[in-house]
């Protein structure tokens, strides 16, 4: 499986961003799939998950409420919108995809990783 992020940039605060993650391989619908991110000098942290089905999703307390993770099984991908976005979001922002179809919060749940997408938000 092959990940690739896209649709990271540079906004203002309280702006809004769509991040997308295209995956290859026919298993895509069978996978959760999970956001991530990492800031300079820092871990990467979860962000969001979704299962296989989209029923259920996961997201970190920083981002309740602000950010909406979605996926399109018919086009192989996974979105991200971010709403109000803050500059501790400035990070890089990385796909996943667990094989397993429920959702995880730990990097380690993950088997197939993106490169990443860069999201800077300015003061």
């Known amino acids: 499986v092959q990940l690739q992020a896209s649709g990271g940039g540079l906004v203002q605060a309280g702006g809004s961003l769509r991040l997308s993650c295209a995956a290859s391989g026919r298993s895509f619908s069978s996978y959760a799939m999970g956001w991530f991110r990492q800031a300079p000098g820092k871990e990467r942290e979860f962000v969001t998950a979704?299962?296989?089905?989209?029923?259920?999703?996961y997201y970190t307390d920083s981002v309740q409420g602000r950010f909406i993770i979605s996926r399109d099984n018919a086009k192989n991908t996974v979105y991200l919108q971010m709403n109000s976005l803050k500059p501790t979001d400035t990070a890089v922002y990385y796909c996943a995809a667990r094989t397993w179809g429920t959702p995880g919060v730990y990097t380690t749940q993950y088997d197939y990783w993106g490169k990443g997408t860069q999201v800077t938000v300015s003061s």
């Open positions: 979704i299962s296989w089905s989209g029923n259920t999703t």
